[in-house]
């Protein structure tokens, strides 16, 4: 179980679609640039699997670019965060200046 989880883990961190919410114990895999798919089952779970949303098909940033911050939604804790600093979404300023 721990070298899947080091899988998911590595392969988030790669991949500029998906980030982690930054928010302790959530831990829900969240979609940068892309809006998330209905959930399938409404029942409320903690498993780890359900906290993972599934990659739409189509993406709203290019893939040969990195998309810029943005806000991302956590679907588990409906947290707004910040892609770029992973703080609370800041709309009216810079990372740097949200430091």
Known sequence: LKNIYFLLFSEVELDKFRT????????????????????????????SSDRIVQLSPTPVVSSSSLPTPC???????????CSGCKKAWHPTMSCEENT
Do not use: M, Y
């Open 71 to 81: 806000a991302v939604h956590c679907p588990t804790c409906r947290e707004d965060f």
């Open 20 to 47: 982690w919410c930054p928010k302790a114990g959530c831990e829900t895999i969240c979609l940068v640039g892309q809006q998330p798919q209905q959930p399938q089952n409404s029942s409320s779970s903690n498993s």
